[in-house]
């Protein structure tokens, strides 16, 4: 097992431990609907583990707010990166994703970070 393998699995591990129930809710776009205006959108979710973090004031700028929360996942559990045209939803509440970075090692993601909006 290589380094970045075992990554993987301390990060699953942690997150399993200390993480809640969260969803992933991914968005395809989907035609143009002329007569309303309106894009559809078909929506697929995946239900993983997550460690929810407040976001600290010296992340705070002109794209993260003092109200956003931190969303931390391990990478192996999801098929693809989430983007910020999902959405991720956390005791019923659905947060917009606002950022989305990835921790890897060697070219393989270990764990995705994603600073929601409620």
Same mark, same amino acid.
């Given at each position: 097992?290589?380094?970045? *393998? #075992? ?18 809710? %991914?968005?395809?776009?989907? #035609? ?38 931190? /969303? ?5 559990? /999801?098929?693809? +990166? ?9 005791? #019923? ?7 989305? *970075? ?9 764990? %995705?970070? /994603?600073? /929601?909006? +409620?």
């Amino acid at each position: 097992m290589g380094l970045a *393998q #075992s990554l993987e699995k301390v990060a699953d591990n942690v997150i399993d431990a200390l993480g809640a129930d969260v969803t992933i809710r %991914y968005v395809t776009a989907g #035609s143009y609907n002329t007569t309303t205006g309106v894009i559809a959108e078909t929506e697929s979710d995946t239900n993983i583990k997550g460690v929810v973090q407040n976001i600290a004031q010296s992340e705070v700028n002109e794209l993260v707010q003092a109200s956003d929360k931190r /969303l931390i996942v391990a990478a192996k559990e /999801l098929a693809t +990166a989430p983007e910020t045209k999902d959405r991720v939803v956390i005791s #019923s509440v659905v947060h917009q994703i606002v950022e989305v *970075q990835t921790i890897d090692h060697d070219n393989t993601a270990i764990t %995705y970070e /994603l600073v /929601l909006r +409620a």
